[in-house]
Structure formats: C-alpha cells, structure tokens
C-alpha cells in the first residue's frame, strides 16, 4: 500500500470517527470534509470508495444503531429518542429507521427481547445493514 493510500485512509478513518463519537451533533459532508482536511467533493467520493456507503447514510445508520439500543434498553419515547440521536425530526426518523431496520420504531421495540447474552452479541446480531 503506497503512503498516499495510508494517509487517505487515515484522514477517512478520521472522518469516520467523528461520527461514531459525535452522531448527535449536526454533521454535514463540509464539516467532516474539514476533520479529513480534503475538499467535500472529494471526501464524498472517497468516503464511498473506503467504506462502501455515503457519508450522510453511515451517519444515519450509526444514528439507528444507538437509537435501536435505546429502544430496547429504555422506555423512553420514540420521539425523545430520535432527538437524542440526532434527528430533527420524528417523521424523519421513523422512516430512516424502517429504511435501514426493516420495520418501525414502535414495532422494533415491542418485537425486541432483552436476551440474557452480552451486549458485543446483541449489537452484532441486531446491527442494520446498509
């Protein structure tokens, strides 16, 4: 692998990151194109290369993934959740949750069962695909 791929990744790994730490906060590809110190064209486009998904949709499906442990894990509401998580809107969010989850947040937590293994498993089993 040549240095200027390593460091590509690095600066994408960077990126990546800031995601996973900051999914609540308001994230657009000129910020995160900022953390990588490239363009926004640029980070869009070699973001997908890397990770096979869009910035903005691997942002939303990190956002789903912490929104489905506090389905399970709370009983909070659907709406409280989705503002926690980063979502601006409810409606926003129930349909990116069934996008990426297969079903409703309503219907995700009442189908879900706290099951008596180690949380690594239940992340892996439950983790949505892109």
């Known amino acids: 692998m040549s240095r200027a ?3 590509t ?9 800031t995601m996973d730490r ?3 906060r308001p994230l ?4 995160l194109a900022r953390v990588a110190h490239v363009s926004p064209a640029h980070f869009a486009r070699t973001f997908r290369a890397t990770f096979g998904e869009t910035p903005h949709r ?3 499906r990190r956002r789903v993934e912490r929104a489905m442990f506090l389905l399970r894990e709370s009983d909070r509401s659907v709406t409280d959740i ?3 998580v980063g979502f601006n809107s409810p409606g926003t969010f ?3 949750f069934r996008d990426i989850v ?4 309503r219907t995700y937590r009442r189908e879900a069962v706290a099951v008596g293994v180690p949380t690594c498993f239940t992340m892996a089993w439950t983790r949505p695909h892109a």
């Open 82 to 84: 989705a503002f926690e």
């Open 5 to 7: 791929t390593e460091e």
């Open 28 to 31: 657009d590809v000129p910020a």
């Open 22 to 24: 900051d999914y609540a």
């Open 58 to 60: 691997y942002l939303q």
């Open 102 to 105: 297969g079903r409703s947040p």
């Open 94 to 96: 129930s349909r990116t």
């Open 9 to 17: 990744n690095r600066r994408m790994l960077r990126a990546r990151d």
